[in-house]
C-alpha cells in the first residue's frame, strides 16, 4: 500500500465532516478518488469523470476543494522549513482536465454564491464581513499539554466544526456542534509528535441565519 492511499484512508474522517446542501453524498469510493486524483494516482479515464461530476454535484466539488486546500499547505509548511525535506507528488495531477475540474470549482462556488444571495440577501446583513481568523500566531506553537485552537467568534449562537490534522494529513482530531470559538486538542493526540511538528487545522462556522463560513488552512506547531 503506497503512502498517498494510506493518506487517503485518514483522509476519510475529513471528508465525512464535510457538509453541503445538496442532498448527494460523497461516498467512501469517491472520496478515494478525489485524494488519488490530486496526488497523481488516478487514471485519466477516472479523472475526467470526476470533474463531470463536480460541473453537476456541489458536494463533489466542495470534497475537492478540502482536499486540495489541505493538500497545498501542507506542501507550503514543507518548503518553508529550511531542515525538512520537500515532499513533491507526480506531475501527473496538473493534467488538463484537472486543470478543468479547477475552472469548474470556481463556476460552482461561484453559482452557489449568487444561489444563497437570491435567495437571502438578508443573510449578509447579519454577520457582514464576518471572517474567521485564528486568534493563534500563524505558524506559532502551542505546548501538547494545553493545544487550545482559537478564532474570532460569530454572531451570537453560531457553531463550529474543526478538522485538525499533520501536514500529512493524518487526522489528530474532529469536533462539531461546538458553541465557543475554540477547541483544545487531547495531549494524547498529540504525544507521539515531535516538538516542531506541524498541524493543520480549519473551521467551518454555521451562523444563526443559515450561513456557513469556511476558513482558510491555519498552521500551528507543537512545543
Same mark, same amino acid.
Given at each position: 500500500m503506497t503512502e498517498? /492511499?494510506?493518506?487517503d484512508e485518514r483522509l476519510a474522517d475529513v471528508f465525512r465532516a464535510i457538509? %453541503?446542501?445538496?442532498? &448527494?453524498?460523497?461516498?467512501?469510493?469517491?472520496r478515494e478518488r478525489i485524494w488519488?486524483?490530486?496526488?497523481?494516482e488516478l487514471p485519466p479515464e477516472e479523472r475526467r469523470a470526476l470533474v %463531470?461530476?463536480?460541473?453537476?454535484?456541489? +458536494?463533489?466539488?466542495?470534497?475537492?476543494? &478540502? +482536499?486540495?486546500?489541505?493538500?497545498?499547505?501542507?506542501?507550503?509548511?514543507?518548503?518553508e522549513a529550511a531542515d525538512t525535506p520537500v515532499r513533491h507528488y507526480p506531475r501527473r495531477w496538473t493534467a488538463p482536465w484537472v486543470a478543468a475540474a479547477a475552472v469548474l470549482l470556481v463556476g460552482t462556488?461561484?453559482? @452557489? &454564491?449568487?444561489?444563497?444571495?437570491?435567495q437571502s440577501v438578508d443573510k449578509f446583513r447579519s454577520s457582514p464581513g464576518y471572517v474567521i481568523e485564528s486568534r493563534v500566531p500563524d505558524a506559532g506553537a502551542l505546548p501538547r499539554e494545553a493545544f487550545r485552537l482559537q478564532w474570532a467568534a460569530g454572531p451570537e449562537g453560531s457553531r463550529y466544526r474543526v478538522r485538525v490534522t499533520t501536514e500529512d494529513l493524518v487526522?489528530?482530531?474532529? +469536533?462539531?456542534? @461546538?458553541? +465557543?470559538?475554540?477547541?483544545?486538542?487531547?495531549a494524547t493526540q498529540l504525544s507521539e509528535l515531535p516538538p516542531g511538528t506541524?498541524?493543520?487545522?480549519?473551521?467551518d462556522a454555521y451562523l444563526p441565519d443559515g450561513e456557513r463560513v469556511t476558513s482558510r488552512t491555519f &498552521?500551528?506547531?507543537? /512545543?
Open positions: 498517498t /492511499r494510506r493518506s457538509e %453541503d446542501s445538496s442532498a &448527494v453524498a460523497v461516498s467512501d469510493s469517491d488519488l486524483a490530486i496526488s497523481g %463531470d461530476q463536480m460541473a453537476t454535484t456541489p +458536494a463533489y466539488a466542495e470534497a475537492w476543494r &478540502v +482536499a486540495h486546500e489541505m493538500w497545498r499547505a501542507s506542501q507550503g509548511t514543507a518548503a462556488t461561484i453559482g @452557489l &454564491v449568487s444561489l444563497r444571495e437570491q487526522v489528530l482530531a474532529t +469536533a462539531a456542534d @461546538l458553541a +465557543a470559538a475554540e477547541f483544545s486538542v487531547a506541524t498541524v493543520l487545522w480549519q473551521v &498552521v500551528t506547531h507543537v /512545543r
